[in-house]
C-alpha cells in the first residue's frame, strides 16, 4: 500500500476531529480515557506506517474532538444566570445589551450581559422579548424586573438547544425595564452597528418596499422586513439561500480592496488590508455559519494567491469547519445554517466534477448549464438536511435557480453601487437603484410564480436521523469506489 498523501492525512484527522466532537454531544466519557486514547493515537501516527500512521491519526483526532465538546458542558450553579430559570418570584437583573438589537413588526428582542440578580453577582445571558418602544440600544445598561425561563422544547424543534449556539440559557417575557446608562459600549461594535443601520436606512431611500427589504438581505443578510408572504415564496421554491451572505459577498468584498488598494499597495501586504475588512464586514452582518465559512476560506484562498501558495480546496473546507467547531462545538449538530452551507460547499467541490459530463450538451448561455449543474450538485448533498429539518421538498427549485442565478450577481452589485452613490448624490444613487429594481422585481416574481405552480413543494413526511447517516455514508462510500475504481486511485 501507498503512503498516504500529507493532504489526505490532514484531512482524514480534522474530519476525525468534527467526528469527535459529534460523538461528545451524545455519549461522555472518562477523562483519563480520553487522555489515555489521545496519547495511543499521537504514538501511532509518529511512530507508525502507512495505514496504522492514518488509523493513529484518526484515534487521535475523535479523542481531542470528544475532549474539546466536554470542556464545553456548561455546569449550573448559583453563580449562573441559568441556576435561577423557574424561579416562582420575580427576579431584578442588571445587565449591558451585547449584541445589536433585534426588531421586528411587533415586537424586538435584546440579549443581555447580566452581571447581577437581585444585587448578587452572577453571569450569563438572558435573551429578551419585549415591546418595540421604548427602544434600546447596543451597549445599554439596564435594570430589569421579571421571571427567567428555560427556552422551550418540542418534538419537532429544540429552542434551548438553539440559543445555546450562543451561551444563552435563560428568556425572559416582556420584563419590567429601565435604562441606566448608555456608555458601555466597544468602539469596533458601536462603529459597525451605526453603519448598519445607515447603509439600510440608504437603500430604503433608494428603493420601495419590498425591494429594499430584499436588497438588504441580498448585501448584508438582513430579514427583518421582507414580508412574511415573500419569505415563503422563497421557502416554496428553494430560493431562501440567495437572501444568506455567502462565498460572492465575500469574493465582493475581497475585490473592492483589491481595486481599492492593488495599484499602490503591494500584493503580500493586500491580505492584512483584506483581513480587515472581511472580519468587519462578517461581523456587521452577524457572523452566522455561512459567512463565516465563506469568510475564512475566502481569506485562504485570497493569501494562497497573494503569497504563491498552492491553495487546497479540500483541505480549506476540513480546516474552516474543524475550525468552527472547535471555537463553538455547538454548532456541529444544533446549526442548521452550517451544515447546509458546509453539504452545499461539499457538492459544489465533489459532486459536481462527475456531473459535469451529464451536462455537457445543454447550452450555456446566459450561464444556464453552470447554474443547472451547481444547482443538482449542492441539491444532492443538501436535499437530505432539508428533508430531515423541514419535512418538504423543493420540487420546483432547480428551475428557480436556473431562472435566477444569471440576476443575483448584478442585483447585488448594482444595488451596492445605487447606495453608494446615493450617499452622495440620491438622485443619482436613486436612477442607478431603477437598473436593480428590475433586476430585484424579476427575482421575487420568479420566487412568486415558481410558489404558485401546482407541486413545488412537496410534504415528505418525517425522517430520522438514520435516513440522514445512511445517505451520507452512501454517498461517500459511492466517490470513493467511483475515485478508487474510475480513476484508478486510492480514495484516500
Known amino acids: 500500500?501507498?503512503?498516504?498523501?500529507?493532504?489526505?492525512?490532514?484531512?482524514?484527522?480534522?474530519?476525525?476531529?468534527?467526528?469527535?466532537?459529534?460523538?461528545?454531544?451524545?455519549?461522555?466519557?472518562?477523562?483519563?480515557?480520553?487522555?489515555?486514547?489521545?496519547?495511543?493515537?499521537?504514538?501511532?501516527?509518529?511512530?507508525?506506517?502507512?495505514?496504522?500512521?492514518?488509523?493513529?491519526?484518526?484515534?487521535?483526532?475523535?479523542?481531542?474532538?470528544?475532549?474539546r465538546f466536554q470542556f464545553s458542558i456548561h455546569t449550573t450553579n448559583s453563580q449562573t444566570l441559568d441556576f435561577y430559570n423557574e424561579a416562582e418570584e420575580s427576579l431584578e437583573l442588571r445587565g449591558i445589551i451585547s449584541q445589536e438589537p433585534d426588531r421586528r413588526a411587533d415586537h424586538a428582542k435584546y440579549t443581555l450581559d447580566v452581571f447581577s440578580q437581585n444585587s448578587e453577582k452572577v453571569s450569563g445571558k438572558v435573551l429578551i422579548k419585549t415591546a418595540l418602544l421604548p427602544e434600546y440600544f447596543y451597549g445599554d445598561e439596564l435594570k430589569l424586573r421579571g421571571r427567567l425561563k428555560t427556552p422551550f422544547e418540542t418534538e419537532e424543534f429544540s429552542y434551548r438547544d438553539y440559543l445555546e449556539r450562543f451561551g444563552i440559557r435563560s428568556v425572559m417575557y416582556f420584563p419590567r425595564m429601565e435604562k441606566i446608562s448608555a456608555s458601555n459600549k466597544n468602539f469596533l461594535f458601536e462603529k459597525l452597528f451605526a453603519f448598519k443601520q445607515k447603509f439600510e436606512a440608504k437603500i430604503n431611500q433608494v428603493f420601495p418596499e419590498p425591494h429594499a427589504s430584499f436588497e438588504a438581505g441580498l448585501l448584508i443578510g438582513s430579514r427583518r422586513g421582507i414580508p412574511n408572504d415573500v419569505l415563503e415564496d422563497f421557502n416554496t421554491t428553494g430560493l431562501t439561500h440567495i437572501i444568506a451572505i455567502s462565498g460572492y459577498n465575500i469574493a465582493l468584498v475581497i475585490a473592492f480592496i483589491t481595486a481599492l488598494f492593488g495599484s499602490y499597495v503591494p500584493r503580500k501586504y493586500q491580505f492584512p488590508l483584506a483581513t480587515i475588512f472581511v472580519v468587519a464586514f462578517t461581523l456587521l452582518v452577524g457572523a452566522g455559519a455561512a459567512v463565516t465559512r465563506a469568510a475564512i476560506m475566502g481569506l485562504l484562498a485570497f493569501y494562497a494567491l497573494t503569497h504563491g501558495r498552492q491553495y487546497h480546496v479540500g483541505i480549506a473546507l476540513a480546516f474552516t469547519a474543524a475550525g468552527m467547531v472547535g471555537w463553538n462545538p455547538r454548532i456541529l449538530i444544533h446549526d442548521v445554517s452550517f451544515q447546509l452551507s458546509f453539504a452545499a460547499v461539499a457538492g459544489l467541490l465533489f459532486v459536481s466534477p462527475l456531473l459535469e459530463k451529464?451536462?455537457?450538451?445543454?447550452?450555456?448561455?446566459?450561464?444556464?448549464?453552470?447554474?443547472?449543474?451547481?444547482?443538482m450538485s449542492a441539491q444532492i448533498t443538501a436535499v437530505p438536511l432539508i428533508v430531515f429539518y423541514f419535512d418538504r421538498l423543493s420540487l420546483v427549485s432547480p428551475l428557480a435557480n436556473i431562472l435566477v442565478a444569471p440576476a443575483i450577481p448584478l442585483a447585488m452589485m448594482v444595488g451596492f453601487i445605487a447606495v453608494a452613490v446615493g450617499a452622495v448624490f440620491l438622485p443619482a444613487g436613486i436612477l442607478i437603484g431603477f437598473l436593480a429594481y428590475g433586476l430585484l422585481s424579476y427575482i421575487l416574481w420568479i420566487a412568486e410564480w415558481g410558489a404558485r405552480l401546482p407541486g413545488a413543494s412537496v410534504e415528505v413526511g418525517s425522517f430520522g436521523m438514520g435516513f440522514v447517516v445512511i445517505y451520507y455514508l452512501g454517498l461517500v462510500g459511492f466517490l470513493c469506489w467511483r475515485e478508487y475504481f474510475s480513476k484508478k486511485k486510492s480514495c484516500f
Not at 17 to 25: A, K, P, R, S, V
Not at 27 to 45: D, K, N, P, R, T
Not at 361 to 373: C, G, M, Q, T, V
Request: aromatic share 18%.
Open 1 to 67: 500500500m501507498k503512503n498516504f498523501k500529507k493532504s489526505s492525512l490532514t484531512i482524514s484527522f480534522l474530519l476525525a476531529f468534527i467526528t469527535g466532537i459529534g460523538i461528545g454531544e451524545f455519549f461522555q466519557l472518562e477523562w483519563w480515557c480520553l487522555f489515555s486514547a489521545s496519547a495511543i493515537g499521537f504514538a501511532i501516527s509518529i511512530f507508525g506506517k502507512k495505514f496504522l500512521q492514518l488509523l493513529g491519526l484518526l484515534i487521535l483526532g475523535v479523542a481531542l474532538g470528544w475532549m
Open 358 to 375: 451529464y451536462f455537457a450538451k445543454i447550452p450555456n448561455k446566459f450561464a444556464i448549464r453552470e447554474s443547472l449543474l451547481m444547482t
